[in-house]
């Protein structure tokens, strides 16, 4: 058995892992991105607009790009991206409350 062999064989052995290591970690992350935050009324308002216009001038960016650019298919994704969250917080505000 040559050294390659001998070294793939020593690192494929079982080892003992374990696994509730990271899980206090994990919910610390989980507590961090499920806690609300409290936004000023206006800003609250303004946020779906903000959005929206966001992405409609990220859209029309696009259109004064004279060359494909690596930065285009970029100005793509954040605009389908500010779009799409102004259009679903717009949506979602205006759904009837029961």
Not at 78 to 97: E, N, T, Y
């Amino acid at each position: 058995m040559d050294y390659m062999q001998h070294l793939m064989l020593t690192q494929a052995e079982p080892q003992q892992m374990d696994l509730g290591a990271n899980q206090d970690d994990s919910h610390e992350a989980e507590g961090l991105l499920q806690k609300k935050i409290w936004l000023p009324k206006l800003v609250y308002d303004c946020l779906p607009y903000f959005y929206l216009t966001a992405g409609f001038t990220a859209f029309f960016a696009t259109l004064y790009i004279s060359e494909w650019f690596w930065i285009l298919p970029h100005y793509l994704l954040f605009s389908a991206a500010c779009l799409h969250l102004g259009f679903a917080i717009r949506r979602r505000r205006r759904k009837p409350r029961k």
